[in-house]
């Protein structure tokens, strides 16, 4: 039901974009400040020899023509916006077209800039304090606030104005484990508490730093950089995860990662069930100018996912990234066709997938135990993204999965814009949680 709603939003919020698109009265202005030219379009796709035939794949350009965006040559290659940015283009172009009028009545006349010139920084309304970006650590502890806050409060209330007995470290230990850290970290947290403090008084800063301490003890080994090995081109990455854990947007944020390292980069709309799926992730293609690949609503996702290798490769491709549909790690028949996808992608590589990211959503607390179980199991899971860790006050749940599992995590993601996902340092996790200040 709540990702019914949030389809039925997100697709709302498309068709707001696509209506802003036509509202647009300065596209040339506006492209000069956000628009970027689409440089790679994906090559037309060999004859596939599984599943359909590939004249179903759209590249970029046929799935821009059959959007509800009028297919202009601008509206093909202008970049799209989110509706936030929407509303800074909105004051950009008033102040700008401002500034234009001033300059013209007072400055001598100038050559015009053509309208593929780069432009300079955008411009800012007069007044207009510039914005302030926020550091990955502010980003970090605002993001786990929830979970620090509410583990804060519980450490206050049960350690003012009381002696260290039996009674205090087992509310200290439920405290933990309601926290989601998992069993095993709480009675070892609840030792380290325990270690010489008897009948003594115990300030709530000592157990913070014993909690931090023993979080990123449990953490360290598995905070692992995704690794992308060049031996491998394309460096194919699956995505998988339970339905609305964060894989497009997680993929989003990625490809602005790899943008920023100069790779070159194809997106796969593997998600095939869903129309507003594809149209999520092409989104994400024309904000990167990053090609994206993609079968009608209802198409085969393990042959895109041939097709998908063998265009990357004649491209000359870098990084191919593979969304999939959500799935619930219970349905046996939804986990069959990512198995599917699977085999397909070793026929043309026996190394593909190189990495399968699981995305998990720390909202869901400990049923992301029996998800990074099942898809571990299913699709060979080589590491962990976990999103949302704003959203929750249940981000000790990290601690458990890490503890249990062992697999790499690689980055975490606090919001919903491409600043949000970094990758996973252990440290400052565990001071973040622990409501440690720096
Ligand atoms: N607060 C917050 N929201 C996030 C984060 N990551 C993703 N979201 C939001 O979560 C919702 C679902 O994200 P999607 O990326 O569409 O999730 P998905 O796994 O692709 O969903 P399906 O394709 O439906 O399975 C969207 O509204 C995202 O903006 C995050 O780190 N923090
Ligand atoms: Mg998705």
């Given at each position: 039901?709540?990702?019914?709603?949030?389809?039925?939003?997100?697709?709302?919020?498309?068709?707001?974009?696509?209506?802003?698109?036509?509202?647009?009265?300065?596209?040339?202005?506006?492209?000069?400040?956000?628009?970027r030219?689409?440089?790679?379009?994906?090559?037309?796709?060999p004859?596939?020899?599984?599943?359909?035939?590939?004249?179903?794949?759209?590249?970029?350009?046929?799935?821009?023509?059959?959007s509800?965006?009028?297919?202009?040559?601008?509206?093909?290659t202008?970049?799209?916006?989110?509706?936030?940015?929407?509303?800074?283009?909105?004051?950009?172009?008033e102040?700008?077209?401002?500034?234009?009028?001033?300059?013209?009545?007072?400055?001598?006349?100038?050559?015009p800039?053509?309208?593929?010139?780069p432009?300079?920084?955008?411009?800012?309304a007069?007044?207009?304090?510039?914005?302030?970006?926020?550091?990955?650590?502010?980003?970090?502890?605002?993001?786990?606030?929830?979970?620090?806050h509410?583990?804060?409060?519980?450490?206050?209330?049960?350690?003012?104005?009381?002696?260290?007995?039996?009674?205090?470290?087992?509310?200290?230990?439920?405290?933990?484990?309601?926290?989601?850290?998992?069993?095993?970290?709480?009675?070892r947290?609840?030792?380290?508490?325990?270690?010489?403090?008897?009948?003594?008084?115990?300030?709530?800063?000592?157990?913070?730093?014993?909690?931090?301490?023993?979080?990123?003890?449990?953490l360290?080994?598995?905070?692992?950089?995704l690794?992308?090995?060049?031996?491998?081109?394309?460096f194919?990455?699956?995505?998988?995860?339970?339905?609305?854990?964060?894989?497009?947007?997680?993929?989003?944020?990625?490809?602005?990662?790899?943008?920023?390292?100069?790779?070159?980069?194809?997106?796969?709309a593997?998600?095939?069930?869903?129309?507003?799926?594809?149209?999520?992730l092409?989104?994400?293609?024309?904000?990167?100018?990053?090609?994206?690949?993609?079968?009608?609503?209802?198409?085969?996702?393990?042959?895109?996912?041939?097709?998908?290798?063998?265009?990357?490769r004649?491209?000359?491709?870098d990084?191919?990234?593979?969304?999939?549909?959500?799935?619930?790690?219970?349905?046996?028949?939804?986990?069959?066709?990512?198995?599917?996808?699977?085999?397909?992608?070793?026929?043309?590589?026996?190394?593909?997938?190189h990495?399968?990211?699981?995305v998990?959503?720390?909202?869901?607390?400990?049923?992301?135990?029996?998800?990074?179980?099942?898809?571990?199991?299913?699709a060979?899971?080589?590491?962990?993204?976990?999103?949302?860790?704003?959203?929750?006050a249940?981000?000790?749940?990290?601690?458990?999965?890490?503890?249990?599992?062992?697999?790499?995590?690689?980055?975490?993601?606090?919001?919903?814009?491409?600043?949000?996902?970094?990758?996973?340092?252990?440290?400052?996790?565990?001071?973040?949680?622990?409501?440690?200040?720096?």
């Open positions: 039901m709540k990702n019914d709603q949030e389809q039925d939003q997100k697709q709302d919020e498309f068709a707001e974009d696509a209506k802003a698109q036509e509202d647009k009265r300065r596209p040339s202005l506006f492209k000069r400040l956000f628009g030219k689409a440089e790679a379009p994906v090559p037309e796709s004859d596939s020899e599984i599943g359909s035939p590939s004249s179903e794949i759209a590249p970029i350009s046929e799935v821009a023509a059959t509800e965006v009028p297919a202009t040559p601008e509206t093909e202008t970049v799209e916006i989110a509706s936030t940015a929407e509303a800074l283009a909105t004051a950009a172009i102040a700008t077209a401002k500034i234009e009028e001033a300059a013209a009545s007072s400055a001598p006349p100038s050559t800039a053509t309208p593929e010139a432009s300079a920084a955008p411009v800012e007069p007044g207009t304090p510039p914005p302030v970006k926020k550091s990955w650590w502010t980003r970090l502890t605002q993001g786990l606030s929830r979970s620090s509410s583990i804060g409060s519980s450490l206050v209330e049960i350690f003012t104005k009381r002696k260290l007995d039996g009674a205090t470290l087992d509310d200290l230990e439920d405290m933990l484990i309601r926290a989601d850290l998992g069993v095993a970290a709480a009675l947290i609840r030792d380290e508490v325990a270690k010489g403090r008897h009948d003594k008084d115990v300030d709530v800063e000592t157990v913070k730093t014993i909690l931090a301490t023993e979080v990123e003890r449990v360290a080994p598995v905070a692992k950089p690794d992308i090995d060049a031996a491998h081109k394309p194919v990455i699956l995505v998988v995860g339970v339905n609305g854990s964060g894989k497009t947007t997680t993929i989003g944020k990625l490809a602005a990662k790899f943008n920023r390292d100069g790779k070159k980069l194809l997106l796969v593997g998600d095939t069930f869903r129309a507003a799926a594809i149209e999520q092409r989104i994400w293609g024309e904000k990167l100018n990053a090609p994206v690949i993609s079968r009608e609503a209802g198409g085969d996702a393990a042959g895109l996912a041939f097709d998908a290798i063998k265009a990357a004649e491209n000359g491709t990084v191919l990234i593979m969304d999939t549909a959500g799935r619930l790690q219970n349905k046996t028949e939804l986990m069959a066709e990512l198995e599917k996808i699977i085999r397909v992608m070793k026929k043309l590589d026996p190394e593909a997938p990495a399968v990211l699981l998990l959503d720390a909202t869901v607390g400990q049923n992301a135990m029996s998800q990074v179980e099942i898809f571990g199991r299913v060979g899971v080589t590491g962990l993204v976990m999103t949302k860790l704003d959203g929750t249940r981000g000790g749940i990290l601690v458990a999965v890490a503890e249990k599992y062992k697999l790499p995590i690689h980055f975490i993601g606090v919001g919903e814009t491409a600043d949000d996902l970094q990758p996973f340092a252990a440290g400052d996790f565990a001071r973040a949680i622990a409501g440690i200040d720096t």
